[in-house]
């Protein structure tokens, strides 16, 4: 059973589904509380952030190597341990990955970054968690298409991710979607005919105050994964590391 704090049971996780999105996609508001967020917001190493041309991240343990290999001589640390990965590893769609959650991999968005559509790939068990931390921000998802005369027919949803919630992503969401971020300095047009969780969110009544519109602030992610290829040996060196 999940943390008492949270609300939520394995049991009634399928009142979390987003329903109007690809099937195996939850969402869950509040899965931290505002206490937690803080916490964990003070404890992100400053001295570990990589600059990209959209973003920063850090990764922990450690990045991957090029051959998509988990090099680190220790685990995550406990302050995302607890209580992050020990909630989400409760709800049990982490039962049958190989090591549960070894990699945190995290993203830093100000306004009016974002990310190219993309998909996690095969280096990964096929099941991303993800908490929000900071603002709100719109996740892309689209459907892969096999040629360019598909681009034009495939189905696409947006999902509000909230500060504090947390998003999962597994079975044919993970292998049969991309997803992105749009380069914005404000989500606009939100409401139950455009957000597929819209139902699910934890202050609706805020956007629809806002005349469904989201100014965006600096938002972390954490994104929790098992990467399925893991070496403990920290001096072989398996090529060079990937961001």
Known sequence: MIMAETGVATSSLEGHRIKDAPASMYYIPDFISAEEEAFILSKIPANRWISLSHRRLQALPARLTASNVLVASAGLPTWLAKPAVERIEALGLLATAPHGINHCLINEYEPGQGIMPHEDGAAYHPVVATVSLGGSIVLDVVEKTR??????????????????????????AYTDT????????????????TVANWMLLGDRESITASAGRNERTTRISLTFRDVLKESKVGSKIFGKTKT
């Not at 681009?151 to 079975?171: F, V």
């Not at 991309?178 to 005919?193: C, M, P, R, S």
């Open 147 to 172: 040629n360019e005369r598909e681009k034009d027919e495939r189905q696409a949803w947006r999902i509000l991710q909230e500060p504090r919630s947390l998003l999962i992503t597994t079975g044919s």
């Open 178 to 193: 991309l997803h992105g971020i749009a380069e914005v300095k404000e989500d606009v047009d939100l409401d139950e005919t």
